[in-house]
């Protein structure tokens, strides 16, 4: 039984450029969760989706960041027109019901350079 | 706004001994706490946690005792083993129906051999 798959593990992109970080969950897990850690800090919850709807996307920033969870495929976190401050470790987390314990991948660090 | 706290950012103990890490939280409405333990470049992985409705919770060698009026929760590892050297963090779910999770700014543990 795989765990929360994400991908890529690192990404690098200038700045202005798009960032895709995707996360397939755990076989059977519907709720998805995006967090980011930023250097020296604990993980901020970004958003909360199940299958083709956000639940609550409270964490996210207004602008240029945006999530899905489609009915086929993985999760995609979208980052338009980067900037250096979106240099972080963004960790996907999944769980089969709301009472279960969190199962996070093993992130992506994304570089703004 | 720092709900959950864990004031300590690292921690160094002898193998064999008691390791005790602590975490306070700011929000009563807090029903559900879990510890996660993460290695460098990898995801966090669930530890242990505990309902609100209870004040100690036993796994093996970890131990998490809550103490609601003082609005504080630890972890007890004993006895530490050097493979439990690794940043905990310390999280609150909030009621709901989003299963989010809230972390500390997490503890580093060195176990010494």
């Known amino acids: 039984n795989a765990g929360v798959m994400q991908n890529p593990r690192h990404l690098v992109r200038r700045r202005g450029q798009e960032a895709r970080l995707r996360c397939s969950p755990m076989?059977?897990?519907?709720?998805v969760y995006w967090y980011r850690q930023l250097p020296e800090e604990g993980l901020k919850f970004m958003v909360y989706?199940?299958?083709?709807?956000?639940?609550?996307e409270s964490g996210m920033p207004k602008e240029r960041f945006s999530a899905e969870f489609p009915k086929e495929g993985p999760s995609i976190l979208r980052i338009q027109q980067v900037v250096r401050g979106d240099s972080a470790a963004y960790f996907c987390?999944?769980?089969?019901?709301?009472?279960?314990?969190?199962?996070f991948g093993n992130g992506t660090r994304l570089t703004v350079t | 706004d720092q709900q959950v706290k864990q004031n300590s950012p690292s921690l160094s103990v002898q193998e064999g001994r008691i390791s005790i890490l602590n975490c306070d939280y700011t929000?009563?409405?807090?029903?559900?706490f879990l510890w996660y333990k993460k290695y460098p470049a990898e995801g966090p992985t669930f530890l242990i946690s505990?309902?609100?409705?209870?004040d100690k919770n036993e796994d093996g060698r970890f131990t998490v005792f809550l103490n609601k009026s003082a609005k504080h929760l630890s972890l007890h590892i004993v006895p530490s083993q050097p493979g439990d050297s690794a940043v905990y963090f310390c999280?609150?779910?909030?009621?709901?129906?989003?299963?989010?999770?809230?972390f500390g700014q997490g503890t580093t543990l060195q176990v010494k051999p």
């Open positions: 929000n009563s409405m807090f029903d559900y």
């Open positions: 989706l199940q299958k083709e709807n956000i639940i609550d």
């Open positions: 505990i309902s609100s409705i209870k």
């Open positions: 076989k059977g897990h519907s709720h």
């Open positions: 987390a999944s769980s089969p019901g709301l009472d279960s314990p969190l199962h």
């Open positions: 999280a609150a779910k909030i009621p709901g129906n989003t299963g989010k999770l809230i």
